[in-house]
């Protein structure tokens, strides 16, 4: 559990109701939570009229694959089918619709380069680009169902690649551009991508810095192994030179900008896969999550025009996410496009080449919707309120929060200093699995508290529940779980009891897996089982705890510690290593690491920590560098041989050890002790 858990004891706080003036013209009403409740499936038809459909569907869902209780040998398949029959093409529901509806010169990206560059590009603008990126994609031979890998920065041209790959039936595969080449060669190799789209380099904190060199790097990894990849498609970004591999390697510049803004979308099947998303699971090899057209582009405009009450032509809508992360698929792309946004893209860091960045940006183009994970919150908390103070934030009428748990204290703050006490804060919770939101506040319509989700959105289906799956509310028990000081009853299970449209439809490759990961648990119900600890208050709003797997939460990226021990055995001093997510003020939960030296390691003491830090950092990430490693004797191990987490991470956390009576040496924890 993340130690920036909501403080539990502290939910008898009073509720924000919504203003009377913003309830008055908000997108959501109760009318919407009416009309699910009385027929859910009738909703989300109406829902996904919000999209323009070449062939209409015949069915609203198919969810034969995922009969509850089905003996094992005839196992369903989990897979849902939404929309069946039903034919679209997701890049005309978020381009060309918009130019044919009168909009063309409606701003539909205001982007903001680290340098201090910037672009305006109208929905016009915007299809021809996408246009010609399709046209030239085409021109090398990629069909649909192909798999295209963008490793980019957040630059108009990685939406427009994601658009391109949308509006052929291409399935993208997004990988933030801070993975390190061996990671990105694991993503390229297990989706056979055909194409890579890349940059030259890309602008951090004031510099450049290369990122062709990580393409160039992974595609010849082990000794020029063979791989999928045909071509290298370069955006030039930062005109750093690079390497070029005649024949396989081709300049943005000179062929997709040469390309005719001409081109035609066609349909395709509700069904066809849009993208693949790859994310950590508890064992070291990255889930490839898939999702598919009319299910997830419905829920996306769905949830994006009712979660930030958007109103298109009106409201200068941010989500300061990256497009490598689901938050940005959604959020970014395919739900704020499918409703004719105007929103800003920055790309670099808030801190670059002062604080004020971000509010800086926010009265340049008076955002009105701002939506950010709450480790920034907690760092802007910590550079000090003047900072946003010095500014015009008037234009703020709504607030996000996502990709962990919320605290409070930084909710308090986000909305006294950024929300003027006014702006209404939505937490949103919701996975990469799940492809949009499922829970969250309707501003206008639902009373929020600091710290809640408060309570699934209308069409979605929620239950907290024990090991048994009772559901907690009604019962004596808790989950079995280490759930810590999550503070009152009713704690559980998160699972979701119903499926939802822009639900996952397996892991690439390896559907045992996502059988085994989701509906395992629950098998004997067909309840899919998130991975999160949640609790209802007294007052029955929900409160998201946090992974009960193990994966760690750091800065809202999802890291499983046997990712970053395998790093660390992967050095050649390293015997051991065990890794637990500690409570971090900002992040969130910070990495902490244990490790046994191998007895031949020379190198002790703090440069091998350096040493080991750097390792990491360079095989998986920059984001999942250890915040300490502690080198011990040692490490806590049940009489079976596994390795003790629960009690590294009250190590950890300076607590006193909770229940060492299954370990097979209690004693070994004076070593670690000792050697902290
Ligand atoms: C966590 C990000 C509490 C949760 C969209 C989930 C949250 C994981 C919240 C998914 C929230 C995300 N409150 N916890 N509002 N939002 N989480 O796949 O543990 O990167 O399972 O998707 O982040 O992370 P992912």
Same mark, same amino acid.
């Given at each position: 559990m993340t130690g920036s858990s909501p403080d539990s004891g502290n939910t008898a706080t009073a509720l924000f109701e919504p203003s009377p003036e913003f309830r008055a013209d908000a997108n959501a009403g109760p009318e919407l939570q009416e009309a699910a409740d009385k027929d859910r499936l009738a909703f989300w038809a109406d829902q996904a009229a919000r999209l323009h459909w070449h062939e209409p569907w015949s069915e609203v869902l198919d969810w034969s694959g995922g009969a509850a209780g089905a003996e094992p040998a005839e196992r369903p398949s989990y897979v849902a089918k939404w929309f069946v029959g039903g034919q679209l093409n997701v890049a005309y529901n978020c381009v060309d619709r918009h130019v044919l509806d009168g909009h063309g010169d409606q701003v539909a990206i205001h982007f903001e380069g680290e340098p201090g560059d910037s672009r305006n590009i109208t929905y016009s603008e915007l299809l021809a680009e996408v246009s010609q990126a399709a046209n030239y994609l085409t021109e090398i031979g990629l069909e649909a169902g192909d798999r295209v890998a963008i490793y980019m920065p957040m630059i108009p041209e990685a939406i427009i690649s994601m658009l391109a790959c949308a509006r052929l039936g291409l399935t993208h595969s997004v990988v933030f551009a801070g993975f390190s080449p061996s990671a990105l060669r694991q993503r390229v190799d297990d989706a056979e991508a055909r194409l890579v789209i890349t940059t030259d380099g890309q602008w951090r904190r004031g510099k450049a810095a290369p990122l062709k060199e990580a393409v160039d790097e992974a595609l010849y990894a082990n000794g020029g192994t063979p791989h999928s990849v045909e071509h290298v498609l370069v955006v030039r970004r930062t005109n750093l030179e690079i390497e070029w591999t005649d024949g396989r390697d081709v300049w943005w510049h000179e062929t997709v900008a040469k390309a005719s803004t001409e081109h035609e979308a066609q349909p395709f099947d @509700?069904?066809? /896969?849009?993208f693949i998303l790859y994310t950590s699971g508890t064992t070291g090899k990255p889930k490839g999550i898939v999702h598919t057209t009319g299910g997830y582009l419905t829920q996306a405009s769905y949830t994006h025009h009712n979660v930030f009450d958007h109103k298109a032509g009106k409201d200068v809508y941010w989500c300061? @996410?990256?497009? #490598?992360?689901v938050t940005g698929h959604t959020y970014i792309v395919y739900g704020p496009l499918s409703n004719r946004t105007t929103q800003v893209v920055y790309e670099g860091t808030p801190n670059s080449p002062d604080e004020h960045r971000h509010w800086n940006i926010v009265e340049k183009y008076g955002v009105s919707i701002y939506y950010t994970a709450p480790t920034l919150i907690r760092t802007f908390m910590k550079w000090g309120r003047q900072i946003p103070q010095a500014h015009d934030l008037s234009s703020i009428r709504v607030l996000g929060s996502v990709g962990e748990p919320i605290n409070p204290e930084a909710w308090r703050w986000y909305r006294e200093v950024i929300g003027a006490n006014k702006a209404p804060i939505v937490d949103t919770w919701w996975q990469t699995e799940t492809g949009a939101i499922m829970i969250s506040p309707l501003p206008g319509v639902t009373a929020t508290k600091p710290g809640a989700a408060m309570a699934p959105l209308p069409g979605i289906s929620v239950k907290i529940v024990d090991d048994e799956g009772n559901d907690v509310t009604d019962s004596e028990k808790e989950a079995d779980f280490s759930v810590r000081s999550a503070g009152s009853a009713h704690v559980g299970y998160l699972v979701l009891d119903q499926p939802w449209p @822009?639900? *996952? =439809? #397996?892991?690439w490759g390896d559907m045992e897996r996502y059988k085994a990961t989701y509906w395992e648990k629950f098998a004997e119900q067909g309840w899919y089982f998130a991975g999160d600890g949640a609790r209802y208050d007294e007052d029955g709003a929900l409160w998201v705890l946090g992974r009960v797997d193990d994966v760690m939460n750091v800065s809202g990226h999802r890291i499983s510690t046997s990712e970053v021990e395998s790093a660390l055995v992967g050095h050649s001093g390293v015997a051991e290593a065990a890794v637990v997510g500690a409570s971090d003020e900002t992040t969130g939960q910070g990495i902490v690491a244990f490790v046994i030296l191998k007895g031949s390691t020379e190198n002790t003491g703090d440069a091998l920590v350096t040493e080991l830090k750097a390792h990491v950092s360079k095989d998986i990430s920059p984001? @999942?560098? /250890?915040r300490e490693i502690h080198i011990v004797p040692e490490l806590p191990k049940t009489r079976s041989g596994k390795i003790m987490r629960r009690l590294l991470r009250d190590v950890a956390e300076g =607590?006193?050890? #909770?229940?060492?009576?299954? *370990?097979?040496? /209690?004693?070994?924890f004076e070593d670690i002790r000792a050697a902290r």
């Amino acid at each position: 559990m993340t130690g920036s858990s909501p403080d539990s004891g502290n939910t008898a706080t009073a509720l924000f109701e919504p203003s009377p003036e913003f309830r008055a013209d908000a997108n959501a009403g109760p009318e919407l939570q009416e009309a699910a409740d009385k027929d859910r499936l009738a909703f989300w038809a109406d829902q996904a009229a919000r999209l323009h459909w070449h062939e209409p569907w015949s069915e609203v869902l198919d969810w034969s694959g995922g009969a509850a209780g089905a003996e094992p040998a005839e196992r369903p398949s989990y897979v849902a089918k939404w929309f069946v029959g039903g034919q679209l093409n997701v890049a005309y529901n978020c381009v060309d619709r918009h130019v044919l509806d009168g909009h063309g010169d409606q701003v539909a990206i205001h982007f903001e380069g680290e340098p201090g560059d910037s672009r305006n590009i109208t929905y016009s603008e915007l299809l021809a680009e996408v246009s010609q990126a399709a046209n030239y994609l085409t021109e090398i031979g990629l069909e649909a169902g192909d798999r295209v890998a963008i490793y980019m920065p957040m630059i108009p041209e990685a939406i427009i690649s994601m658009l391109a790959c949308a509006r052929l039936g291409l399935t993208h595969s997004v990988v933030f551009a801070g993975f390190s080449p061996s990671a990105l060669r694991q993503r390229v190799d297990d989706a056979e991508a055909r194409l890579v789209i890349t940059t030259d380099g890309q602008w951090r904190r004031g510099k450049a810095a290369p990122l062709k060199e990580a393409v160039d790097e992974a595609l010849y990894a082990n000794g020029g192994t063979p791989h999928s990849v045909e071509h290298v498609l370069v955006v030039r970004r930062t005109n750093l030179e690079i390497e070029w591999t005649d024949g396989r390697d081709v300049w943005w510049h000179e062929t997709v900008a040469k390309a005719s803004t001409e081109h035609e979308a066609q349909p395709f099947d @509700a069904e066809h /896969p849009l993208f693949i998303l790859y994310t950590s699971g508890t064992t070291g090899k990255p889930k490839g999550i898939v999702h598919t057209t009319g299910g997830y582009l419905t829920q996306a405009s769905y949830t994006h025009h009712n979660v930030f009450d958007h109103k298109a032509g009106k409201d200068v809508y941010w989500c300061t @996410a990256d497009i #490598g992360w689901v938050t940005g698929h959604t959020y970014i792309v395919y739900g704020p496009l499918s409703n004719r946004t105007t929103q800003v893209v920055y790309e670099g860091t808030p801190n670059s080449p002062d604080e004020h960045r971000h509010w800086n940006i926010v009265e340049k183009y008076g955002v009105s919707i701002y939506y950010t994970a709450p480790t920034l919150i907690r760092t802007f908390m910590k550079w000090g309120r003047q900072i946003p103070q010095a500014h015009d934030l008037s234009s703020i009428r709504v607030l996000g929060s996502v990709g962990e748990p919320i605290n409070p204290e930084a909710w308090r703050w986000y909305r006294e200093v950024i929300g003027a006490n006014k702006a209404p804060i939505v937490d949103t919770w919701w996975q990469t699995e799940t492809g949009a939101i499922m829970i969250s506040p309707l501003p206008g319509v639902t009373a929020t508290k600091p710290g809640a989700a408060m309570a699934p959105l209308p069409g979605i289906s929620v239950k907290i529940v024990d090991d048994e799956g009772n559901d907690v509310t009604d019962s004596e028990k808790e989950a079995d779980f280490s759930v810590r000081s999550a503070g009152s009853a009713h704690v559980g299970y998160l699972v979701l009891d119903q499926p939802w449209p @822009a639900m *996952l =439809r #397996g892991i690439w490759g390896d559907m045992e897996r996502y059988k085994a990961t989701y509906w395992e648990k629950f098998a004997e119900q067909g309840w899919y089982f998130a991975g999160d600890g949640a609790r209802y208050d007294e007052d029955g709003a929900l409160w998201v705890l946090g992974r009960v797997d193990d994966v760690m939460n750091v800065s809202g990226h999802r890291i499983s510690t046997s990712e970053v021990e395998s790093a660390l055995v992967g050095h050649s001093g390293v015997a051991e290593a065990a890794v637990v997510g500690a409570s971090d003020e900002t992040t969130g939960q910070g990495i902490v690491a244990f490790v046994i030296l191998k007895g031949s390691t020379e190198n002790t003491g703090d440069a091998l920590v350096t040493e080991l830090k750097a390792h990491v950092s360079k095989d998986i990430s920059p984001i @999942a560098k /250890p915040r300490e490693i502690h080198i011990v004797p040692e490490l806590p191990k049940t009489r079976s041989g596994k390795i003790m987490r629960r009690l590294l991470r009250d190590v950890a956390e300076g =607590r006193e050890l #909770g229940d060492t009576s299954t *370990l097979v040496d /209690p004693k070994v924890f004076e070593d670690i002790r000792a050697a902290r």
